[in-house]
């Protein structure tokens, strides 16, 4: 696997051979049909379908995927995991439970599941941002919030920090 991509340590993983890696910061704005305009230069990377889900370690959060990296997510998370165990049921009924295969239309606009929406507190005005192996649709106030936890935060996670990074 590729290195931790997300502000919240092990949580996802970006395989550079993929060659697409999601960057960016866009505002945007949710139709009337909880419709997403998709950022035309990421466009490509999700021509043949996407994974809408929630995100286990950022709820406030719809995570937009190709479907391939999604399933490597979710595979990663239970590895390690006792099949039979209580942990396996909860991340395989959560990782299916909240997530949803989707198409982008001709405009570029995937829509975005009104359950999924409502879980997370987004509202029409969203921010679009780039995480790596996936892009992660937040409501714009819920993601300056974040964003200045991680600006403020950041600067202290590395080797020997209390995240638990090692050299």
């Known amino acids: 696997m590729g290195s931790s991509r997300l502000f919240q340590p092990g949580s996802t993983y970006f395989d550079a051979a993929t060659g697409m890696a999601f960057r960016g910061y866009y505002d945007n704005t949710l139709d009337a049909k909880n419709r997403l305009t998709i950022p ?13 889900a929630l ?4 709820p406030e959060c719809v995570a937009i995927w190709c479907p391939e990296d999604y399933e490597t997510y ?5 590895e390690g ?3 039979l165990s209580a942990d396996y049921g909860n991340i395989e009924r959560f990782s299916n439970a909240w997530s ?3 198409e982008l239309d001709a405009a570029g606009r995937v829509m975005v599941p009104a359950k999924m929406l409502e879980k997370a507190g987004l509202s029409r005005d969203v921010a679009v941002i780039g995480a790596g192996n996936r892009l992660e649709i937040w409501d714009r106030e819920a993601w300056g919030r974040m964003s200045e936890k991680i600006v ?6 590395g080797p020997g ?5 090692t050299p």
Do not use: F, M, W
């Open 55 to 58: 995100q286990r370690d950022a």
């Open 152 to 157: 403020s935060t950041v600067q202290q996670i």
């Open 81 to 83: 995991i006792h099949p």
């Open 161 to 165: 920090s209390s995240s638990g990074h």
């Open 100 to 102: 949803q295969e989707l």
């Open 40 to 52: 035309a230069k990421l466009r490509k990377a999700l021509a043949e379908g996407v994974v809408a």
């Open 74 to 78: 979710v595979a990663g998370l239970l």
